[in-house]
């Protein structure tokens, strides 16, 4: 049938597929979409990219990378690099790498991201600060922690969005343990 046929059940806990997201459903979404529509259909990429986000939910990491490689190939093929839903899938498929502990090939493809971030929206568009963000929690988990810093430019997120925005907040979080783990409180302490 589809190659996408070995997209199976993990072997996870029958409850928790039971109530936990509608993989059945996905998957049959995906199945008749593919049957009608083809598997280059934006309307069928979406539903892999769904079925891929239910099982990453379901702790199901290997499954939802595969599908989510898939998902970027395709957008990549037929939307290009600079399209926002092509951003989606790679940072889709770097939240998988992260969490399986793929911290290299993670850092590498969220340094793309923010590239394309800045090719594709304004300097000032909150996405950006969001990219900025999630590269900084990467170097940081892999030890670079002067580079880590580098990433956080506290002047410019206060001048880009008001103080109080959720990213702003993240942003300053994620530069203070940066500070703290170089072993620098006091200038922690200035941002806090």
């Known amino acids: 049938m589809h190659h996408l046929s070995n997209v199976r059940p993990c072997q996870y806990s029958a409850r928790a597929w039971q109530f936990g997201g509608g993989r059945k459903m996905h998957r049959q979404v995906l199945e008749l ?13 979406s539903a892999m990219s769904e079925l891929a986000t239910t ?10 990378e595969q ?3 898939q998902v970027l190939y395709l957008r990549l093929e037929i939307l290009g690099q600079r ?8 940072l889709s498929l770097v939240k998988t790498l992260h969490k399986r502990g793929h911290l290299d090939e993670a850092q590498k493809m969220r340094r793309q991201a923010l590239g394309l971030y800045h090719q594709i929206l ?6 950006i600060i969001l990219a900025m963000s999630k590269l900084d929690t990467t170097l ?10 580098k990433m956080k430019r506290p002047a410019l997120y206060y001048q880009i969005l008001e103080q109080r925005h959720p990213g702003i907040l993240l942003t300053m979080s994620n530069l203070v343990t940066t500070l703290r783990k170089r072993r620098n409180p006091k200038d922690a302490d200035k941002i806090e």
């Open 55 to 64: 099982l990453y939910r379901h702790n199901c990491l290997d499954k939802a």
């Open 67 to 69: 599908l989510e490689r």
């Open 83 to 90: 399209h926002l839903d092509t951003l989606s899938a790679i």
């Open 122 to 127: 304004e300097q000032r568009h909150p996405g």
């Open 33 to 45: 979409r593919l049957e009608i529509l083809g598997q280059r259909d934006l309307r069928t990429i």
């Open 140 to 149: 940081r988990k892999r030890g670079h922690l002067d580079e880590a810093q």
